[in-house]
T-cell receptor, first 113, second 114 residues
Framework: DQQVKQNSPSLSVQEGRISILNCDYTNSMFDYFLWYKKYPAEGPTFLISISSIKDKNEDGRFTVFLNKSAKHLSLHIVPSQPGDSAVYFCAASRNSGNTPLVFGKGTRLSVIA | ETGVTQTPRHLVMGMTNKKSLKCEQHLGHNAMYWYKQSAKKPLELMFVYNFKEQTENNSVPSRFSPECPNSSHLFLHLHTLQPEDSALYLC?????????????FGPGTRLLVL
């Protein structure tokens, strides 16, 4: 049973518009969430994270929103750029030490010029 | 120069071969990880080492054998693999896993088992 779900395998967005990537989780013990971006033939690179004590974290064009009651988080990219085209992975962990990250399957974002 | 390097980047091996994957991190981290990424599946954690001690073995078959001689180096020894083991193998490192650490990934080794 998948504890972290990214239900949209792909997303296409026009350049300059907002990209919204969604992630749902089932384990209420998760309290730290991360987004990774992956280009072909490269390993995932860390993008942004959020702790469960917050509901929003912003870093430049990237904002992550966390809705604990809905067990849902989303990544907003605005404005979207062609270089943002990649696979985005959502990951979650429990703040209890020595617990591994649990990843979603990823969403492939295509930003069209 | 990325903080986490992996060699080789690509590997083709037969089912009777023995090979090793190498990972090295230059970030001063204490923990290292092996992940497997198969097509259309989430990243699967295989092993975790914290201060050179294995702290997680995620029900990985014994044909995969990890080795962590120090906090900067991690190996994955492969023997008698199956075609279904073909995947991208990713190494990652972080500071000691407390629950809010960020893991940094290497570029991966693309493995094909014939």
């Amino acid at each position: 049973d998948q504890q972290v779900k990214q239900n949209s395998p792909s997303l296409s967005v026009q350049e300059g518009r907002i990209s919204i990537l969604n992630c749902d989780y089932t384990n209420s013990m998760f309290d730290y969430f991360l987004w990774y971006k992956k280009y072909p033939a490269e390993g995932p690179t860390f993008l942004i994270s959020i702790s469960s004590i917050k509901d929003k974290n912003e870093d430049g064009r990237f904002t992550v929103f966390l809705n604990k009651s809905a067990k849902h988080l989303s990544l907003h990219i605005v404005p979207s750029q062609p270089g943002d085209s990649a696979v985005y992975f959502c990951a979650a962990s429990r703040n209890s030490g020595n617990t591994p990250l649990v990843f979603g399957k990823g969403t492939r974002l295509s930003v069209i010029a | 120069e990325t903080g986490v390097t992996q060699t080789p980047r690509h590997l083709v091996m037969g089912m009777t071969n023995k090979k090793s994957l190498k990972c090295e991190q230059h970030l001063g981290h204490n923990a290292m990880y092996w992940y497997k990424q198969s097509a259309k599946k989430p990243l699967e954690l295989m092993f975790v080492y914290n201060f050179k001690e294995q702290t997680e073995n995620n029900s990985v078959p014994s044909r995969f054998s990890p080795e962590c001689p120090n906090s900067s180096h991690l190996f994955l020894h492969l023997h008698t693999l199956q075609p279904e083991d073909s995947a991208l193998y990713l190494c990652a490192s972080s500071f000691a896993p407390t629950g809010e650490e960020t893991q940094y990934f290497g570029p991966g080794t693309r493995l094909l088992v014939l």
